[in-house]
């Protein structure tokens, strides 16, 4: 005989993914689905060359193959340790798309493991099908990140944990899993669920790998929950489940399920136009629109910016030219400040560490201050203040209360494109941005996913 539970709440948080349809999106959300699935891709292709990523593919590599690609050429292997080579070339250049209300990077868990369950198990889907479980999955994790406490102060990475959940909603909708296999998905994710913020504020290089490493594991929990294996079902309530050890104790329930059903949190992702931090992007903003002011930096005495709490913790350390890394660059407003008002750009080979021993490194060094603006939400990204203290002894104040590549300030088509080429020319891929735009919006027409995957596998960028 069986016994009645109260039902939990990933239920109803499962409950819209397995039903999503294509029909169900609206226009905005597959045109922002496109969007950041092309981003993605490039930023993937982007970093295949970054520093740990080669270190990373070779090491994995003494396991074997298997039928999923690493991305790039690179061959293939075991699902649960390609998506961990992808993974971290997708986050390597910390470039990948960001919810500003969390932060969060959504993709960097979530892209890899939906194209290696395609090739594994759907290699003849097609496009309205990959795109409702990228949107779902996307909107997922958007929706644990937002519904939650302040993870942060705790430590928790705010992306693998809530990407991981979200990404099991994005396999439960490609697959077409009832609700019962979902739950179970989740609770097996619940038990694996991990993500320290200690590998950004220590610049180490594990940093591009903590959502590869959730990427493993949602492929296993998926694995168990396909075969029958139940997990946990109290995942969210449960007195170890989701809520009381990640969230501080706090979830907004509604938050968590309310407008699940057309995946609409999508259209608030990011994009990011700038190889860094995402808490850095407003004060770059800012540091173009000084330079755009007319203003020689060797005019400028000391620029302070005042931003939140968090953005202080992630990205307002000391910058020091002689001894930083790419992680401490990715991570520091005072460089990437430096870099914009210096050069009107931020673009990925700003983050060679010889760009680091320039007039730039120096100036960040030396010139540029971060404080806490307390009047400023801990969390947000915005608005930041920059005073500007010149030689001759004047002041003067910037504001930036918007952020480049946010829904209010969205990249253009063209934008996008300009930053593929980054990307892409970065890795030596002759994969074009042209191309792997047309690739990408084919799918709202349907076409097979083939086209996208054949230019992942393409070895070197070549034929």
């Not at 990948?96 to 959504?106: E, G, K, S």
């Not at 699940?260 to 770059?284: E, G, M, N, Q, W």
């Amino acid at each position: 005989m069986t016994t009645d539970r109260p039902a939990d709440l990933a239920r109803a948080y499962a409950a819209p993914a397995v039903a999503l349809t294509y029909d169900a999106l609206d226009d905005d959300t597959v045109s922002a689905t496109l969007d950041v699935l092309y981003d993605t891709l490039a930023v993937s292709l982007g970093g295949l060359t970054a520093p740990g990523v080669d270190e990373a593919r070779r090491a994995l590599a003494v396991w074997g193959g298997g039928r999923t690609s690493v991305w790039g050429g690179f061959g293939s292997g075991p699902a649960p340790l390609a998506v961990i080579a992808n993974a971290g070339a997708l986050h390597a250049l910390d470039y990948d798309d960001t919810d500003d209300a969390v932060p969060l990077h959504a993709n960097s868990v979530l892209l890899p493991v939906l194209i290696a369950d395609v090739e594994e198990n759907r290699p003849d889907l097609r496009g309205h099908a990959f795109l409702t479980a990228l949107a779902a999955g996307i909107d997922g994790a958007m929706r644990v990140g937002r519904a939650g406490g302040p993870k942060g102060s705790r430590g928790w990475n705010y992306s693998v944990i809530s990407g991981g959940m979200g990404s099991v909603l994005g396999v439960a909708a490609l697959r077409g899993w009832d609700l019962d296999t979902t739950v179970s998905a989740l609770g097996h994710q619940l038990a694996q669920t991990s993500g320290s913020l200690q590998s950004i504020i220590d610049g180490a290089l594990a940093k591009r790998f903590q959502p590869a490493m959730v990427a493993k594991d949602v492929v296993i929990s998926a694995a168990l929950a396909q075969a029958g294996i139940d997990g946990p079902r109290n995942v969210f309530e449960g007195r170890a489940g989701f809520i009381n050890l990640y969230q501080d104790g706090t979830l907004d329930a509604d938050t968590l399920v309310r407008g699940a059903d057309t995946a609409s949190l999508v259209v608030d992702l990011s994009i990011k136009p700038y190889p860094a931090c995402r808490f850095t992007h407003a004060c770059i903003d800012v540091a173009l629109r000084i330079r755009q002011a007319g203003i020689d930096p060797e005019a400028v005495e000391r620029i302070t910016y005042a931003v939140s709490g968090q953005a202080v913790n992630m990205v307002g350390r000391d910058f020091d030219p002689a001894h930083a890394n790419v992680v401490d660059a990715q991570f520091s407003i005072a460089y990437t400040a430096s870099v914009a008002l210096h050069r009107g750009e931020v673009l990925i080979g700003d983050f060679d560490p010889e760009a680091f021993r320039t007039t730039a490194g120096a100036f960040a060094r030396d010139r540029i201050a971060i404080e806490t603006d307390p009047d400023v939400d801990f969390l947000a990204m915005a608005p930041v203040r920059a005073r500007v203290r010149y030689r001759d002894g004047r002041e003067e104040e910037f504001v930036g209360t918007t952020v480049s590549g946010s829904p209010q300030a969205r990249l253009t088509q063209e934008q996008l494109k300009a930053k593929a080429t980054d990307c892409l020319s970065r890795s030596g891929s002759r994969v074009s941005a042209d191309e792997l735009w047309d690739a990408v919006r084919a799918l709202a027409d349907d076409a097979p996913l083939t086209g996208v995957l054949a230019l992942l596998q393409r070895q070197g960028g070549r034929e």
